[in-house]
């Protein structure tokens, strides 16, 4: 409805715009992840201060120096590879979403099962509101969350197939600004029973454009609340920047 349409319009341009997200070809950070679902699988801490290289387009990113020094990991929805300093393919693993089916995975992770959800992971969080632009979403209005005398506005974003994620529905929490605050989903990676809510904080503007620099996951309780004392995983994203399309200036107001 018509709700719906000004408060998706109105997240989109809190976070900087359509116009202003379509000039952006990648996003660059020095990347750190880690928490419970990646020690339960024996990958303490994944990534430590990695600079990444995460695409807009079309999902995928690249992982310089990982998972070795003078190592170049690759990850893409439908493959996950690694390169050594001279470009010479040393692993893949083609169809990486196996990551939530097999048994052996569900005990242990080898370093390409890490690069395929840490690049699913922060693909989606690097997007953020913008991957309900892409065609095939459906967006609906949910009733409003109100907690602690605070009001925040919800949508639900309903993927398609051909949009990775770690979920295919994703519900927003939307603060007075606009911006978001919370994702809240039910992880394919726990077979689609536990929900858990993703906290975003720390947002920087990058020539117009913001981006949520620390993201936590917990789990969700009844009645909305998280137990923020389990943190499921982190993301920290630093020094982050954007790499325009060529021969596209900075947007304007």
Do not use: K
């Amino acid at each position: 409805g018509l709700a719906m349409d000004r408060l998706l319009a109105a997240v989109i341009d809190a976070h900087g715009g359509e116009a202003r997200w379509a000039r952006v070809a990648s996003v660059l950070a020095r990347v750190s992840m880690g928490g419970l679902e990646f020690s339960a699988h024996l990958r303490h801490r994944p990534l430590d201060r990695v600079e990444v290289s995460v695409r807009t387009e079309a999902p995928g990113a690249t992982f310089s120096h990982w998972p070795e020094p003078g190592l170049e990991a690759h990850f893409s929805p439908s493959r996950v590879w690694i390169n050594d300093s001279s470009g010479a393919l040393l692993e893949e693993r083609r169809g990486p979403g196996a990551v939530f089916r097999s048994p052996r995975h569900r005990l242990l992770w080898d370093r390409l099962d890490v690069l395929f959800y840490a690049g699913l992971s922060l693909w989606q969080a690097v997007c953020g509101p913008f991957i309900a632009l892409r065609s095939g979403c459906l967006v609906e209005q949910c009733d409003d969350w109100r907690f602690a005398g605070e009001r925040w506005r919800r949508l639900r974003i309903t993927l398609p197939a051909d949009v990775p994620s770690v979920a295919s529905s994703l519900t927003w929490y939307i603060d007075p600004a606009g911006r978001l605050q919370r994702i809240d989903y039910l992880p394919d990676l726990y077979g689609g029973l536990w929900p858990v809510g993703q906290l975003l904080s720390d947002y920087m503007d990058q020539d117009g454009v913001l981006c949520a620099r620390r993201l936590r996951v917990h789990p969700c309780l009844p009645m909305g609340l998280l137990l923020r004392a389990s943190r499921l995983s982190w993301l920290d994203l630093d020094d982050v920047s954007l790499v325009r399309h060529p021969r596209q200036a900075p947007a304007g107001d």
